[in-house]
């Protein structure tokens, strides 16, 4: 990766990742004290009615903020006819869901899902409102400006959730939550940003895009779909109070996920597009990516199961331990995604988009075999299906990626091993600790103490033999300091 890249992708990663960690320990203290005042059945209904919405914004987005990414030149027609086919298509997917909501609260058997549809779905003309500002400060790297957004419209929203909460709102506490965000995050791009939207929509314009736009779309949407279908047949075939067992699992298990997955894919898509056209550093640059996101996601997931136990029962409490085994199952799927992630910026990048829903049919129709196997069989072998799914969407997309460039299969997965290493050595010593240690340290004692060991496990060896992802992050913080 040359050097001015990296640096650049470095700074956009270390202020995205920065916001996302103290984002991530802003709603794990909100999302643990909500918790506790709230029933697994709450986050059920809301689980059910946050997949509607989730495939809803892929579609609001509809692939053309990605194609302004992409574009070399995208001119002020681009800009504000894609603002105006989001708004349009948000306002017709909100009047559909709130026709079709009394048909779902029939089918999953929860008339509380009529009542809270209107309200959670304001979800979408929200969003619709600061994509193009969002869309502007990616493609000029204003990684700052979007981190410093989307945590104050965290605070905001946690603490909404939490007074909501307290005054007995139940589920209502996580539809404010989740309004407040969008809103807020809204709000401050409109304050921060000097675009603004003038003139009509132009046809032609979206005409040109749409090509590479559509196919975005399609997969987007086929994987927002795969990703959150699981949750619809626990909550239809089981029951909501198993739904939001699940759900939690899920929600805590994606903080770190999505924290890390964010940031690769809102800062390495537009860096590796700038790129595309030299093939060598665009290699180099891939396989650095690989090397240095699995070697900060691979101890913080499996650090995750090691103290899974210790971390429910301490701090979430006794009636949220069902979850646990869950979430150590579900927390082996995100040691795949951000990566996976990354192979699809490279197809995005390099591809005109063919190939990439091409890829998305083949996986999916080994995912439906997948979902048609585990189904049946019970919540914890739909956990499972989802580790088997990002395993096999990991697989698939580092495949089709070393196709469009000099990086084979076989480099992408070996710059991966060092990591791989140390977190399975990582989890073996927090686990051979626990083993021995376990019976004798109180629980508020053992929850800390095994977050020492696992994280002085990883480090030491990492400083001891130094693979290149460590030599990596050195030279970027030193350079940083210049």
Partial sequence: MAEQLRN???????????????????????????????????????????????????????????????SKNPSEDDYRSVFTLNLFLSVLLYLLLLLAAPALARYFDQPRLAEIAPVLFLLLPLNALCVIQQTLCTRRLSFDILSKVIFASTALSGVAALVLAFAGCGVWSLVGQRLVAMGAKAALLWWRS??????????STLGRMAPFSLRMLLTDAINALYNNISQLFVGKIYSTQTLGYYNQGQKLKDLPVLAILQSVQNVTFPALSKIKEQDEKFAESYRQLLAVVSFVLFPVMMGLVAVAPEFFALLLGEKWMPTVPYFEILCLSGLFMPLSVIGYNVLKSRSDGRVVVRLEVAKKAIMTLVLLLT??????????????????EWILNLAAASRFCSLSLMQALIAHLPATLLAAFMYLVVELFAHHCSASLPLPALLPAKIVVGVAAYALPALLFRPRAVKILFEVVKTGRK
């Fill in 8 to 70: 650049t992708v470095a700074r956009g990663v270390a202020w995205t990742l920065g916001e996302k960690v103290a984002s991530i320990l802003l709603q794990a203290g909100v999302g643990i004290l909500v918790a506790r005042l709230l029933a697994p059945e709450d986050y059920g209904v809301m689980a059910i009615l946050s997949v509607f919405a989730t495939l809803s914004l892929v579609v609001v987005d509809s692939g053309f903020s990605q194609a302004l990414i992409r």
């Fill in 194 to 203: 000097d675009w603004r939207p003038a003139g009509r929509l132009d046809l």
């Fill in 375 to 392: 189904i049946p069989r019970g919540v914890e072998a739909i956990a499972w299906g989802v580790v088997i799914m990002a395993a096999v």
